[in-house]
């Protein structure tokens, strides 16, 4: 399995301010995905990242909110703009040649003030 | 719409004893994935078991092994002799084809007690 790193581990964020969150991984996969973790929840999908791409979001998620840039097959991030303290969650990067099999990265916890 | 149902939020149990975490889908289809994914405290999900729906047999990787019901859509995990390491959040997920991503149930939070 591929070893997956993020950047930050954890941050305390301004109402209005955005953070960008780096996910990169140690050899070259397809897919890259993007997921919430609200405090004491589950996990959802944002949107999945491929290289050469727009980014394709799930319902409920949109680009001027989560801007995702994917420039190679190692590398992608994810910006969290004009932050409310709703968005504080644990963000984690998962990667895969294919969706059914999905390594994760070990998340981002933001907190929003 | 597919779904997935984890209906124990909170389990317990004592060192080298053995437990079981329920989960149930509701899908139409006929081909597809169930995962047991573990996040300890570290954040990190660590994929546990996977299970195909067309193989009959259950997975089993090592202490962890599934109870897979096709028909009844059940996919329960069972951990024999609980270690402390064990102590985790427990996600169950499924993944077809068509939707192309996967999705997560609510998560078991499991505590392993010396």
């Known amino acids: 399995s591929a070893v997956i790193s993020q950047k930050p581990s954890r941050d305390i964020c301004q109402r209005g301010t955005s953070l960008t969150i780096q996910c990169q991984v140690d050899?070259?996969?397809?897919?890259m995905f993007w997921y919430r973790q609200q405090p004491g929840q589950s996990l959802t999908l944002i949107a999945t990242?491929?290289?050469?791409?727009?980014?394709?979001?799930e319902s409920g998620f949109v680009i001027d909110k989560f801007p995702i840039s994917r420039p190679n097959l190692t590398f992608s991030t994810l910006t969290v703009s004009n932050m409310s303290p709703e968005d504080s969650s644990i963000y984690l990067c998962?990667?895969?040649?294919?969706?059914?099999?999905?390594?994760f990265g070990p998340g981002t916890r933001l907190t929003v003030l | 719409a597919q779904t997935v149902t984890q209906s124990q939020p909170e389990m317990s149990v004592q060192e080298a004893e053995t437990v079981t975490l329920s989960c149930t889908y509701d899908t139409s289809e006929n081909n597809y994935y169930l995962f047991w994914y573990k996040q300890p405290p570290s954040r990190q999900m660590i994929l546990v078991i996977r299970q195909e729906a067309y193989k009959q047999q259950n997975a089993t990787e090592n202490r962890f092994s599934v109870n897979f019901q096709k028909a009844a859509k059940s996919f329960s995990l069972k951990i024999s002799d609980s270690q402390l390491g064990d102590t985790a959040m427990y996600f169950c997920?499924?993944?077809?084809?068509?939707?192309?991503?996967?999705?997560f149930g609510t998560g078991t939070r499991l505590q392993v007690f010396p």
């Open positions: 997920a499924f993944y077809n084809y068509n939707t192309d991503k996967l999705i």
């Open positions: 998962s990667v895969g040649d294919r969706a059914d099999t999905q390594y």
């Open positions: 050899s070259q996969v397809t897919m």
């Open positions: 990242a491929n290289q050469g791409s727009e980014a394709t979001y």
